[in-house]
């Protein structure tokens, strides 16, 4: 048994139930329509994998129906049939990339065959998209770990001011100190608040970037940059890597917490290929506008990328970390860029001048629309 949802739509009742018999012994869901306007009415009651329609019907034809499902963002693939070979029919149909046209009268044996095939594709497209779904939950995963670590880095000092100011206090109590002519129990109190708030906003700052984003929204290059230094901030300040910053601010309206992800994902390589070098290590992040499109560039002084590995970085699971390595990140980052953020990204190596030094090591370029 063919696992479909079908919708059938023929203006001759005779031949619309001819069809439907034969199809019913071969495919799970039938559905079928004299009328090309109630069929669209039903389309989102029924979710149908496939449309089967005559072209030539009186209401309306089977190349209208499917513009207008296309017009109301409903890209259901369709098979189109007529009795008739008309290039118009054919040059339109190939305009609208419908997924099959057929000539009357229809061989029901060929167009099982054709249902089969598209059932596989089905398949093998909702697999891809499953594998992609799991890898993105293990990116974000990775990412939680990371991020579990940053937390526990930013959030010690303050532990730390609070625990002394509370226990400060507590000893002026045991030994009676109830006036506080020298406000110590008031400036106390402050430290403890203002580590409360700075502890609050760090887990703000987290939540905000591991919480999924459904909708697009506005923001500017230059916030979205400064929220990614301070998810990295620990990391940076531990192994006394210098960030600079040559940033033109732009304007977006795409997924901005995906665009942290990715820039996350390219410091996160940049700094554990840092931390094996004793020289200075610098990671330069800039953006400039070409051909109204935002470059980022994420470029640092770690040696560069092997050659012989450039070409397979963004493949997934490839590493070149025997160990803690899990080849999602950058593939993810490839992923989110190019299907999500409708952008190009890419990766080279080259030299960048700081303070009249030359510097080597892997470059990577991120292309996005802007608004």
Same mark, same amino acid.
Not at 307 to 326: C, M, N, P, R, S
Not at 357 to 368: E, H, Q, V
């Given at each position: 048994?063919?696992?479909? !949802? ?30 090309? /306007? ?41 098979? *189109? %049939? ?44 909702? %697999?891809?998209?499953?594998?992609? !779904? ?13 991020? *579990? ?6 959030? !010690? ?21 109830? /006036?506080?002519? +020298? ?16 502890? +609050? ?24 940059? +400064? ?10 300040? =531990?192994?006394?890597?210098?960030? /600079? ?35 200075? !290590?610098?990671?330069?992040?800039? =953006? ?12 640092? +002084? ?17 590493? =070149? ?51």
């Amino acid at each position: 048994m063919i696992n479909l !949802r079908v919708i059938i739509v023929e203006d001759d009742e005779f031949l619309l139930k001819k069809i439907a018999t034969v199809l019913e012994k071969e495919v799970s869901n039938i559905y079928t329509f004299k009328n090309p /306007i109630e069929a669209i009415s039903k389309v989102n009651e029924i979710k149908p994998d496939i449309i089967i329609s005559d072209i030539d019907m009186p209401e309306m034809s089977g190349i209208d129906m499917y513009k207008e499902l296309k017009e109301n963002n409903l890209d259901i693939p369709i098979i *189109l %049939a007529s009795a008739f070979s008309q290039p118009e029919y054919f040059i339109e149909a190939i305009k609208l990339k419908v997924k099959n046209f057929i000539l009357k009268p229809i061989d029901l044996d060929d167009l099982i065959i054709e249902l089969k095939q598209f059932e596989k594709e089905l398949q093998n497209e909702q %697999a891809i998209i499953k594998q992609e !779904r799991m890898l993105v939950i293990q990116s974000k995963m990775a990412a939680m770990g990371e991020m *579990l670590t940053n937390i526990a880095h930013q959030w !010690r000092q303050p532990l730390n001011t609070i625990s002394i100011c509370a226990s400060s206090i507590k000893l002026e109590e045991e030994f009676g100190n109830i /006036i506080d002519e +020298n406000n110590t129990i008031k400036s106390m109190v402050s430290n403890i608040m203002n580590s409360v708030d700075y502890m +609050n906003n760090t887990l703000n700052d987290f939540q905000g970037y591991l919480k999924p984003n459904k909708l697009e929204s506005s923001f500017y290059i230059q916030d979205t940059l +400064n929220k990614v230094e301070k998810l990295i901030l620990s990391q940076t300040k =531990t192994h006394h890597i210098k960030l /600079i910053k040559e940033i033109n601010d732009f304007h977006l309206t795409t997924y901005q917490n995906e665009l942290i992800q990715v820039l996350i994902n390219i410091k996160n390589n940049a700094i554990e290929e840092l931390v094996k070098s004793k020289e200075d !290590r610098i990671i330069k992040v800039a =953006t400039e506008e070409i051909d109204n499109k935002l470059i980022i560039t994420v470029h640092d +002084n770690a040696g560069g990328i092997p050659e012989e590995y450039l070409d397979k970085v963004f493949q997934a699971y490839f590493t =070149t970390k025997e160990i803690t390595g899990t080849g999602i990140g950058l593939h993810m980052s490839k992923q989110i860029i190019e299907n999500h953020l409708n952008g190009e990204i890419s990766v080279s190596n080259e030299k960048f001048i700081y303070k009249d030094t030359t510097y080597y090591g892997a470059n990577f370029k991120i292309s996005l629309p802007l608004s």
